[in-house]
C-alpha cells in the first residue's frame, strides 16, 4: 500500500518537476578567494572509534533536489532566504554535504557523529551560479550561499552538484567555463541532465545515447582542464523502456564512449547507505529540498523523521576505513573491499 501510494506521488511530481520559466539576472564575477584544504586522511583503527558519537553507517542519507533559487518561492523555486535557512536547519542538526561521487563510491568522511547529505541541482539555472556588476559572485545565487556558508564554518566544506541540460544553460556562453573551473577548484561538481531535457519514455536506444553522450561531450568541452562526466540526473525522473535501461549507464555516441556512476531519479525519500545491500547507484532517491506540495515528504519531514527515528539515519564514525554499525543493523550491510566492519 504504502508503495503504491509513492508510486503515484512519484508519478505526479514526475509530471511537474523543472517546468519552472527560465530567468535571466545580471551577471559578473569573481575569484572566490576560500579554499577548503580540509582533505585530512581518516584512515584509523576500529578501538579509536568514538562509539559515544553513536555512528550508525547502517542510515540513510539525503540527496537533496533543489531547481532555481530565485523569488518568489514557488514549487519549483526556493528563495535565497529559504535556501540558507535549509542549509542552517541542516547544520544545526548534525549534516554536513559530501559530494555525490564520495557518496555512489562510499567514501564517506564525514566527521565522527555527523550525518552526510547530498545538494543536487537541476536543469542548469543561471540563478544557481551567477556574477554581480563587481564581478563578485551573487551572494544570492546558490554556488554564492554555499561558499558564505562554508566560509562562516569551518567543517562545512562546499559540496554539490548541478545537473545542467543543454548548450544555453548557467548564464551566458563566455561565462560557463569559468563557473565550471569555479566548481571543480572548490569541490563541486558538474553533472549530465541531457541534452534536450526530453521524457526519456519517448526514445529509443540512439535518442537515449545521443541525449547523454552528446551532452557529456558539451560539458566536457566546457572545462579548461579535462573533466568526467559520469553522474545523471534523469529529467523528469522519466526512464526509456526497461530494455534500453543500460543505455543509461553506459553507451556511445559520435564515438565516444560513456559511463555513469550514479543515476539520479526524481523522488520523496532519503536514499540508503551505500554500505547497506539495498543501495543502487543506477537508482537514486531524491528528497524535494521544499515545502510547497511536498506532500509531507520534503526535506523538514525527512529532519525530523531522521531525528525521531535514529537507527535509519546515517551517522558517520568519522573514518573512511571502517563501516560502523550498531548491533541489530549489520544483516543488511556490506563493508566494501578495503573497509573494515565494526558492529558495536
Ligand atoms: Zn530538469
Not at 55 to 77: C, D, F
Not at 155 to 184: H, I, S
Not at 324 to 341: F, Y
Amino acid at each position: 500500500m504504502k508503495k503504491l501510494f509513492a508510486i503515484a506521488l512519484l508519478l505526479g511530481m514526475l509530471l511537474t518537476a523543472c517546468q519552472s520559466g527560465d530567468e535571466e539576472q545580471g551577471s559578473t564575477k569573481k575569484e572566490a578567494a576560500s579554499q577548503q584544504q580540509k582533505e585530512e586522511k581518516k584512515e584509523i583503527t576500529k578501538d579509536e572509534i568514538d562509539l559515544n558519537t553513536k555512528p550508525n553507517e547502517a542510515g540513510q542519507i539525503m540527496i537533496l533536489m533543489y531547481h532555481n533559487i530565485s523569488t518568489p518561492e514557488a514549487e519549483w523555486v526556493r528563495t535565497p532566504e529559504n535556501f540558507r535557512k535549509d542549509l542552517q536547519a541542516l547544520y544545526d542538526q548534525g549534516y554536513l554535504p559530501i559530494s555525490l561521487t564520495d557518496y555512489v563510491n562510499g567514501n564517506i568522511t564525514a566527521p565522527a557523529g555527523k550525518s552526510p547529505y547530498v545538494l543536487t541541482f537541476d536543469d542548469g539555472r543561471e540563478n544557481n551560479f551567477n556574477y554581480l556588476e563587481d564581478g563578485s559572485i551573487n551572494p544570492d545565487s546558490a554556488v554564492g550561499i554555499i561558499m558564505e556558508f562554508a566560509e562562516k564554518y569551518d567543517d562545512f566544506e562546499p559540496r554539490a552538484t548541478f545537473f545542467v541540460n543543454g548548450t544555453g544553460r548557467f548564464g551566458p556562453k563566455e561565462e560557463v567555463q569559468k563557473k565550471f573551473d569555479f566548481l571543480v577548484e572548490n569541490g563541486m561538481e558538474v553533472g549530465n541532465h541531457t541534452i534536450n531535457h526530453p521524457n526519456m519514455k519517448t526514445l529509443d536506444a540512439s535518442g537515449v545515447q545521443r541525449e547523454i553522450g552528446g551532452q557529456k561531450a558539451y560539458l566536457e568541452e566546457s572545462f579548461s582542464k579535462p573533466y568526467n562526466i559520469n553522474t545523471l540526473a534523469l529529467p523528469f525522473g522519466s526512464r526509456p523502456d526497461k530494455s534500453l535501461y543500460n543505455y543509461l549507464e553506459t553507451g556511445s555516441y559520435e564515438g565516444k564512449d560513456y559511463k555513469n556512476i550514479a543515476i539520479l531519479n526524481v523522488g520523496w525519500d532519503p536514499n540508503p547507505s551505500p554500505y547497506h545491500t539495498d543501495f543502487d547507484p543506477l537508482a537514486i532517491h531524491r528528497v524535494r529540498a521544499s515545502e510547497t506540495n511536498v506532500d509531507d515528504v520534503g526535506i523538514y519531514d525527512w529532519i525530523e523523521i531522521l531525528k525521531n527515528h535514529p537507527k535509519r539515519r546515517f551517522v558517520s564514525d568519522g573514518a573512511a576505513n571502517i563501516v560502523t554499525v550498531p548491533q541489530g543493523l549489520e544483516e543488511n550491510v556490506k563493508a566494501p573491499e578495503g573497509k573494515e566492519l565494526l558492529v558495536y
